[in-house]
């Protein structure tokens, strides 16, 4: 979906752990489907759930962890995830970033990720950023007083209600892809034309490569 004013506001909730791995943010014995959708009701099953949860079995009869905090009432329709270092890491499955689209997140702010579930909330419209500690930290603060987030990607900037800003960086690419909400075959095709440009040269210069 084209996307070319990123710039969304939502409540921001704190998960202060480090090194949440992919079985963590959903489970192994959910992943029953290549489908994107129908993993949010699982999402942090094991913390968010004090009962064991099945694929038949209704998120709306099970025993809530009242102590987590997705499940506090002032966190309840956040959209903005708070994490620490490592977040994403542990195996490569791209359910787990589905799992936090379907559950509504928008945008993840960590001090650090795995790569390959960095690389995965691209080719998904999920916007992760990268900030220093202190930064993170300072959000965390603005989440517990209650703030909401303006997370505006044209600009790279972070608002909060205070009119306080933080800036970011990302890549301009990975940028790209967010704003005009292109996967990698999508930002590819965006340059067809320099990519076929530099065939004919090719072709030109090297007719030898491309005869059959």
């Not at 489908?35 to 038949?56: I, Q, S, V």
């Not at 799992?99 to 909330?121: E, H, P, R, T, V």
């Not at 603060?141 to 790279?156: A, K």
């Amino acid at each position: 979906m084209k996307n070319e004013s990123f710039f969304h506001c939502g409540q921001a909730v704190p998960l202060d752990i480090s090194n949440v791995d992919t079985d963590q943010i959903i489970p192994k014995q959910f992943l029953k489907s290549i489908k994107k959708t129908g993993f949010g009701p699982f999402l942090f099953d094991a913390w968010r759930f004090n009962d064991e949860g099945h694929l038949d079995k209704s998120s709306s009869s099970r025993e809530i962890n009242n102590t987590f905090p997705l499940n506090k009432r002032k966190y309840l329709n956040s959209s903005i995830l708070l994490s620490k270092e490592n977040f994403g890491c542990g195996s490569s499955r791209e359910h787990a970033v589905w799992a936090l689209c379907d559950y509504g997140f928008k945008c993840i702010i960590a001090i650090s990720f795995a790569d390959i579930f960095y690389n995965n909330c691209f080719k998904n419209g999920l916007l992760p950023i990268q900030l220093e500690e202190e930064k993170v930290n300072k959000l965390f603060e603005w989440s517990e007083l209650g703030y909401e987030l303006q997370i505006d990607l044209l600009n790279q900037k972070i608002h909060s209600g205070d009119e306080d800003l933080i800036s970011f960086e990302i890549d301009k690419y990975r940028k790209l892809q967010i704003l005009e909400g292109l996967d990698e075959i999508g930002l590819s095709l965006k340059y067809r034309k320099e990519i076929e440009d530099f065939e004919n040269t090719r072709k030109l210069d090297f007719p030898w490569i491309f005869k059959s």
